[in-house]
């Protein structure tokens, strides 16, 4: 997903410049604008600027949906931290081998209600 994420966002920042260099030229110089027949979408303007807003909407819809996990990751890394931070301030001795935080808290419980132990 990531890749396909992330090949979009080229795409459409290609795009973007694409239609920001035909905006540029025309406002700078009083270009006409372009049109071909048959349509030609790498050199008419209409469709240079409207494959740009599509990319980008799409592109931007893109990020929006991995937003969501990143900021969900980062909960589950606080509240890793916290149950590191838990087991070393109020369990003597811990951490007593080099594990994680999720590793620890699994060993201790499985050795107090006799289930798995790593």
């Known amino acids: 997903m990531m890749s396909d994420t992330a090949d979009l966002i080229a795409e459409a920042r290609a795009s973007v410049e694409k239609a920001h260099d035909e905006s540029i030229r025309i406002l ?8 071909s027949i ?21 592109a931007l819809d893109a990020l929006e949906a991995v937003t969501v996990p990143v900021e969900q990751n980062t909960s589950a890394e606080a509240q890793i931290e916290e149950l590191a ?7 003597p001795g811990e951490p007593s081998r080099s594990e994680g935080a999720v590793d ?12 798995r132990e790593k």
């Open 28 to 35: 700078n110089i009083g270009a006409q604008t372009r049109m």
């Open 38 to 58: 048959p349509a030609d979408p790498t050199r008419d303007t209409d469709l240079i600027m409207v494959s740009a807003f599509d990319l980008s909407r799409k």
């Open 85 to 91: 931070n838990f087991i070393m301030d109020n369990i």
């Open 104 to 115: 620890t808290a699994i060993r201790l419980l499985g050795g107090i209600y006799g289930g």
